[in-house]
């Protein structure tokens, strides 16, 4: 198994930062990219950025811009920082370790207008 566990969310105003943190451990033989995922009440669990080992990023069109998001593959863990903070931001933020199908429980970000 595949434990992924998500932190840094929290309360915050439009305009401001947040930085979100994930570490995976369990039985990971190998992986090939991290990423982040968000679901806002009533909608859908939706893609927002990914990087490979190599470094390559992919970003959601939305985001693109006000965040960044980085991996340490030797410590497996992926990070985001999410700059310029939009109330539509508001969600829970999953990260991803592909190929692995596990989730972990999330963070929750809420953006006050």
């Known amino acids: 198994q595949v434990q992924l566990v998500e932190s840094g969310g929290g309360l915050v105003q439009a305009g401001g930062s947040l930085r979100l943190s994930c570490a995976a451990s369990?039985?990971?033989?190998?992986?090939?990219?991290m990423g982040w995922y968000r679901q806002a009440p009533g909608k859908q669990r939706e893609f927002v950025a990914s990087?490979?080992?190599?470094?390559?990023?992919n970003y959601l069109d939305s985001v693109k811009g006000r965040f960044t998001i980085s991996m340490d593959n030797a410590k497996n863990t992926v990070s985001l920082q999410m700059n310029s903070l939009k109330p539509e931001d508001t969600a829970v933020y999953y990260c991803?370790?592909?190929?692995?199908?596990?989730w972990g429980q999330g963070t929750q970000v809420t953006v006050s207008s």
């Open positions: 369990g039985s990971i033989f190998s992986f090939n990219a």
């Open positions: 990087i490979t080992v190599g470094g390559s990023t």
């Open positions: 991803k370790l592909y190929p692995y199908s596990y």
